[in-house]
């Protein structure tokens, strides 16, 4: 069993930056590769970013690719989704996910899910 925990959502004016972190419960975190989804109201849940396992490959929705950077620290049992440019769009719950046999880019993917953290951006 995992437990993640998101953090360092906010309310950010557009243009700017905001770094949410994903921290995990488990010691073998380095054995899950993690995605960043996101759910703005009345929307579906959306893939944002994902990382491997070791954190050498990582997935970018076209939405958000050169804005968004995704990073780990499988000493800290921790992922980092990095935002910066951020557009009134990108307003949503972010939410982490991790799998054990998959590099998460579905909602099908993860086998554990974080609570979500909410990021507003605003004009």
């Known amino acids: 069993q995992v437990q993640l925990v998101e953090s360092g959502g906010g309310l950010v004016q557009a243009g700017g930056s905001l770094r949410v972190s994903c921290a995990a419960s488990?010691?073998?975190?380095?054995?899950?590769?993690v995605g960043w989804f996101r759910q703005a109201p009345g929307k579906e849940r959306d893939f944002v970013a994902a990382?491997?396992?070791?954190?050498?490959?990582?997935y970018y929705a076209d939405s958000v690719k050169g804005r968004f950077t995704i990073s780990r620290d499988n000493t800290k049992n921790t992922v980092y989704l990095q935002m910066n440019s951020l557009k009134l769009d990108d307003t949503a719950v972010y939410y982490c996910?991790?799998?054990?046999?998959?590099?998460?880019?579905?909602?099908?993917?993860?086998?554990?899910w974080g609570q979500g953290t909410q990021v507003t951006v605003s004009s």
């Open positions: 990382i491997s396992w070791s954190g050498g490959t990582t």
């Open positions: 996910a991790a799998s054990r046999t998959a590099v998460p880019r579905t909602t099908r993917d993860p086998d554990y």
């Open positions: 488990s010691d073998t975190f380095s054995r899950y590769a």
